[in-house]
Structures are given as structure tokens and as C-alpha cells.
């Protein structure tokens, strides 16, 4: 769909994470939080190599690692073509990966790193001509806190990262697999920085500094004015949540941050 946009007309921006994070949470959030297993290290490791869904998944069955097939615009990826079992520690067609990871970078307008959210946040401001009110945000899904399903509240256990899952999570199998989502996210780390010194990194990071600002001020007000589907300690409040938030769990506490921006002219 997003490979027929109109160039010209259109701005496409996604967001990175690092591969093993990222995975990891995912596991976390599915297996731990969602399905109430217990975070046993075999599970854990069992469920980072096989879940292969391409919407929520942690891999892939060798296309080279589950953000980039994600992100490319390519839905035909074969199977195995970049890595196999039986040769779990090797690469297959590197130099492939390579091209394919340029493609992705230079199909998207802007990629946003997670572990980099307040840089990649002011960036995408100073490109686009935003106002710092168009960036501010409350936070959802926050390990600790509970979130909304449809039915009901679920706790969000915090992602743990254990000696055994560590040492997997830096294997050589693990790395092989996952080599295009590795590349990926040191491009997109590359592209930020050559970004913010075309922005010019004085004006960045002074926009930075007010960002930052107003950022802890809308946590500091609106954690009291922000009521999401479930509260904090995991009762069901859809119906306050319904006046709160844009659909479900996103942009609650909106009205707050409207508030702010207009009283402190962001």
C-alpha cells in the first residue's frame, strides 16, 4: 500500500528499536503480561526464536529479522533466503541485506530511533515546521501500569532480562537471524545524526532543552488529568476514558496538554 504513495504528497515516517529490545518486550508483553505465563527463561528464549507473526511477532523464518521485513515494501520476502537453521551462526547474502536496508532507508521520509525518542521527536518537529505543542505526549502501556484488551485490564510486567536470555540475546545464532533488523538500526541511528547536522546541532539541541522542559511539565500536570481504560491499580474505567483519549488508550489526557500548549504558547 505505502510502495504506491504519491511522493510528493505524502510523508512516511516509521520508529526503530534495538533488535533484541525490542524483541524481547514483545515477548514479554504477549507471554508474561497477556497470556500470564511465567517468565521462565526456556520459554522466553523458546518463544524469541518461533514467533514468526509478521504483525506481532520476534522474527522471521530467515528473512533477515522481523523489523525490516516489516518495513520494506517487499510482502514476497522468501523464506530462509538470509539464514537457516542448519547454519544458525552464518549470514546468508549479506551484501543483499545491505541493498535492502538502503531501500527501506531511502523509501522512508524519517525514521525515528526509540532508545533516541526526545532527538528523533525535535528532528521530525524541525522538518516538518511543528509546533512543540505537536510533539508533547502522555505515555500508554507502561511496564508496571495496566492496559485495556477489549474485556479487561491486564498488569504490564516489566521485561527482565535474565544472564540466560542475555547470553542469547548476544549469540551468534541470535545475530545471524536477525543481521538486516541489526543493520537497520544502525542506519537509522546514522540517518538521525547526519539529520541533526543538516538541522544544525546548536539549534537541536537548544530546541531540545525547551522540549525537554515542556515534556516534564506535562508529566508533572497531567499524570492527575489522564485517565486511560484502566486505572492504576487495574479497575475498569472505560466510560471516563471515552471522554479522555482519542480511541482507547491513545492520546488520553489530551485535553491537559491542549490546556498547557495554549496557556504556555507552545
Not at 66 to 90: A, D, G, I, P
Not at 143 to 170: Q, S, W
Not at 205 to 227: G, H
Amino acid at each position: 500500500y505505502y510502495g504506491s504513495r504519491v511522493w510528493d504528497k505524502s510523508f512516511l515516517w516509521a520508529s526503530v528499536r534495538h533488535p533484541a529490545s525490542r524483541a524481547l518486550s514483545r515477548v514479554f508483553f504477549l507471554m508474561v503480561s497477556q497470556r500470564k505465563r511465567p517468565a521462565e527463561d526456556d520459554l522466553i528464549i523458546s518463544n524469541l526464536q518461533t514467533n514468526n507473526n509478521p504483525q506481532a511477532g520476534t522474527n522471521t523464518k530467515g528473512k533477515g529479522g522481523f523489523t525490516l521485513q516489516y518495513m520494506t515494501m517487499n510482502r514476497t520476502m522468501e523464506e530462509f533466503r538470509y539464514w537457516e537453521k542448519s547454519h544458525s551462526t552464518v549470514v546468508k547474502r549479506p551484501d543483499e541485506l545491505e541493498q535492502m536496508v538502503k531501500r527501506v532507508i531511502d523509501q522512508y521520509d524519517f525514521i525515528a530511533v526509540t532508545e533516541r525518542l526526545d532527538e528523533s521527536l525535535v528532528a521530525l518537529k524541525m522538518l516538518l515546521g511543528l509546533r512543540l505543542g505537536d510533539i508533547l505526549y502522555t505515555s500508554a502501556k507502561v511496564a508496571g501500569a495496566y492496559y485495556h484488551d477489549g474485556k479487561r485490564c491486564i498488569e504490564m510486567k516489566p521485561t527482565v532480562k535474565t544472564p540466560k536470555i542475555k547470553e542469547f540475546l548476544e549469540s551468534d545464532t541470535w545475530e545471524a537471524r536477525s543481521y538486516g533488523d541489526y543493520l537497520l538500526y544502525e542506519a537509522a541511528n546514522l540517518s538521525l545524526d547526519m539529520t541533526i547536522d543538516k538541522l544544525g546541532r546548536d539549534q537541536v539541541q537548544e530546541t531540545l532543552k525547551q522540549y525537554r522542559e515542556a515534556q516534564k511539565l506535562v508529566n508533572n500536570v497531567c499524570w492527575s488529568e489522564t485517565f486511560p481504560p484502566c486505572s492504576s491499580n487495574g479497575t475498569m474505567q472505560v466510560e471516563l476514558s471515552e471522554k479522555n483519549c482519542y480511541g482507547v488508550d491513545e492520546g488520553c489526557g489530551y485535553a491537559c496538554i491542549d490546556r498547557l500548549v495554549k496557556e504556555r504558547g507552545w
